[in-house]
């Protein structure tokens, strides 16, 4: 027996209302040139230091997790914002 389940409200409206896919453009572009700055410093200015564990592949992989983490951050930062926004011209 299937019980009368209400349709969910359809979460485009606020998706489009909080630009969420244009806060994740900019927080992803920010996270990875973040990213990128601090790996080009890293390894090619700083170089390896002797007794120093970890070479580039390592201090790639630290890039990544660097631009994914800080992209989404910026994204959370710049949604919360938008919603703000929202809310005091509702006022």
């Known amino acids: ?3 009368d389940i209400p349709d969910r409200p359809p979460t485009g409206g606020l998706v489009e ?5 244009r806060n994740a453009a ?7 040139v973040v990213a990128a700055l601090l790996y080009g410093y890293r390894v090619g200015v700083v170089g390896q230091v002797r007794g ?3 070479g ?6 630290l890039a990544f997790v ?6 989404a951050l910026v994204t959370t930062v ?6 703000r926004h929202l809310v005091r011209d509702l006022d």
């Not at 209302?17 to 896919?21: G, I, T």
């Not at 660097?66 to 992209?71: E, I, P, R, S, V």
């Not at 710049?78 to 919603?83: P, R």
Request: charged share 5%.
């Open 1 to 3: 027996m299937q019980r």
């Open 17 to 21: 209302a909080l630009n969420v896919r």
């Open 26 to 32: 900019v927080g992803f572009a920010v996270g990875v």
């Open 52 to 54: 120093q564990a970890g």
């Open 56 to 61: 580039p592949l390592h201090f790639l992989a």
């Open 66 to 71: 660097l631009a994914f983490a800080l992209g």
């Open 78 to 83: 710049l949604t919360f914002a938008s919603a």
